[in-house]
């Protein structure tokens, strides 16, 4: 009897044992369900803000590109325009000394004709001057002339 007391007392332990293994097993399903749901849950959660984020990096990336294009743009157009400030400045310098080496070179090929004798573009035009005022005089004077006399018939040598 002893042993049958001890074998049903046993069998009601291991029963309560049993309902209490089950109502834990039980309990554990039901939250690993929850946390599978939850992770599910934020999986379509991360999903749908990783989108709305992914658009909003887009449309910040966009803004950002056109405010530094618009500040790259602004930083070109002052140095060009810096750049052909000093390009014309070097250009007037340049301008400058050109014309005034320009003008040395001219005097003094000038001097060197004139000591070798060479005329001048003056001198050229004044002697075309006077060509011009002589020919138009030598033309005169051949106008003015009378005709040459009409020589006397010539008489025919006498026969012998």
Not at 36 to 61: C, H, N, P, V, Y
Not at 74 to 90: D, R
Not at 99 to 118: H, N
């Amino acid at each position: 009897m002893v042993k049958k007391l001890k074998a049903m007392a046993e069998k009601k332990a291991a029963g309560a044992a049993g309902l209490l293994d089950n109502a834990l097993a039980q309990s554990i399903k039901e939250s690993a369900q929850q946390i599978w749901l939850a992770g599910m849950g934020a999986f379509a959660k991360a999903q749908a803000e990783g989108t709305r984020s992914f658009d909003k990096l887009i449309q910040d990336g966009l803004s950002l590109q056109k405010k530094t294009q618009g500040l790259a743009e602004e930083k070109i157009s002052e140095v060009t325009g810096k750049m052909t400030a000093m390009a014309g400045e070097v250009s007037a310098r340049a301008g400058q000394h050109w014309d005034k080496l320009e003008s040395i070179f001219e005097q003094r090929t000038a001097k060197a004709m004139t000591r070798l004798g060479v005329p001048s573009a003056k001198d050229l035009a004044a002697l075309n001057e006077r060509l011009d005022k002589l020919a138009a005089q030598v033309g005169k004077l051949g106008a003015r002339k009378a005709p040459a006399k009409k020589a006397a018939a010539a008489k025919a040598p006498a026969k012998k």
